[in-house]
């Protein structure tokens, strides 16, 4: 839509000027327009675009030829000198055609400006597998329901059978009771009436003695399901066409200027359905000297997805953590993948403050690993290694039941977000991170 | 049937000829590298730039180069433009003109010595 507003703009200017950089200004529009995204830039790009229109036009118009000649130079002693001589004046109709031309162009342009945000990848599929992750934090913490202190006991010793049987150190578990105990008993929750305000004392609390973020206690107004909503029927068929018409949220698999190869991931799909979607993708950038993987988008996804993307970028099995699996054998990457020359290439990561879960996942084992350079914001924050208990119908708590061996910290990502290397605006982390590709292959 | 003359030579003419000391370049990479150059202050609007460009071709300060697109990179077909001797010389000669008016403000105190 954009271009074709701007090819109709360039009707503006002379023939031949058209003639001869019509498809040229074109080909710059759309390069613009492709690597300046979102609301900041695409205005910027517009504003350009018009002020341009405005200066150059009038001089199009004034200039039929300059015709300096060297004797020219030569008379004014290498002064750089450029004569324009008055031409045809811009048609009446040209100038109408220009007028209602602009106006369509900001008309339309006000209109993106409230969706300009891109969206993350949305499906029917995508929402039923988010309901099978644990479950989040309820939106809406509704003032009701009176809590007694029988109430608040039955919470209290359901909190602590549950700590007991899951947590993943019963010493710990027996300590977080120990204290909750403690403090029914010097009644240090009898103020506490309300549901929501007496979860947040107990997570508190808990968090206080086992300096777990992971852990939380949950309530909820609406009565929460029995068990967590299994997928509705036909829906992985729904995932597979989703999918297939999404092109497996591979929005873009590019070849940018200086042969970086560009991709840019709206999920972690499953591997089981978008597996050889991967490897082509993978195989189109792999004779590429660098490589962008555009997650400013992303909502997460499968965990084997990010560890098979990743698994092209080492050439030996490299120890890839996830905060939500116990450490296994399964822990390494399947890597060298053969065939893949992506392993010795530097490795770029775009993020914004929508980048989430298994888009986390990866950005922050890479840049652990040192293996790639974040550039954008810091990312959204969700980790998400607890479980989640149904207490009753409006209590319940996530806790942690996987102690996967973190190499290179003592905490993830959780509700901290991943640090960006290089901190710039989500909109300018394309050509952030192409600046930084070209400077390392001048260094070469 | 001359109306005026730009003398010196126009900024955005002379970003261009910089933009081209190094290497090759297209139209829009012309456009970035001007405004790398300018930190950001130049933004070359396609007009602007292909309407310098022009200028620069007919003055054989600036040529075409052939160089084709490689369809198995999924390159678009671009012009490139090179930077010929003269051109070079003009940028010299226009640099050099501007550090004839820099040592000018140092005189005048208008700058110090160590701003640039």
Known sequence: MSEKIYACLLRLYPDRFRKAFGEAALQLFRDRSRHERGLFSTLRLWFDLLADLAVSVPLEYRCVQQTLIGANRQRFEGQPSFRVLEGESPRLEALAFGVVLSLVAAFTLSLPVGHAEPRGFHSNAMSALAALEVPQQPSERPQVGKLDAAERQRIVRAVIANLKQYYIDPDVAQKIADS?????????FDALTDGAAFADRLTTQ???VSQ???????YSKAPLPDRPPGPPPGALERYRKAMEQENCT????QVLEHNIGYLKLNSFPDPSVCGPTATAAMASVNHADAIIFDLRDNRGGYPDMVALIAAYLFDHPEYWYNPRENTTEQSWTRSPVPGS????K???VLTSARTFSGAEHFSYDLKMLKRATLVGETTRGAAHAGRFHRIDDHFGM???EVRAINPFSKTDWEGTGVEPDVKVKAVDALITAEKLAERKF??? | MPKRKLDPLPWAAFQILLSLADEDLHGYAIMRQVADQTDGRLRLGPGTLYSSIRSLLEEKLIEEVDRRADAKLGEERRRYYKLTPAGRKLARSEAERLADLLRVARAKKILRGDYV
């Open chain 1, 250 to 253: 591979f929005e873009k698999v």
């Open chain 1, 180 to 188: 909750l105990l403690a403090n029914e008993k010097a009644g240090k």
């Open chain 1, 341 to 344: 020359l992506l392993a010795d």
């Open chain 1, 398 to 400: 996530g806790i942690t």
């Open chain 1, 212 to 218: 777990d973020r992971h852990m939380i206690v949950e």
């Open chain 1, 442 to 444: 001048r260094k070469k």
């Open chain 1, 206 to 208: 808990i968090r206080d």
């Open chain 1, 346 to 348: 530097p490795v770029f």
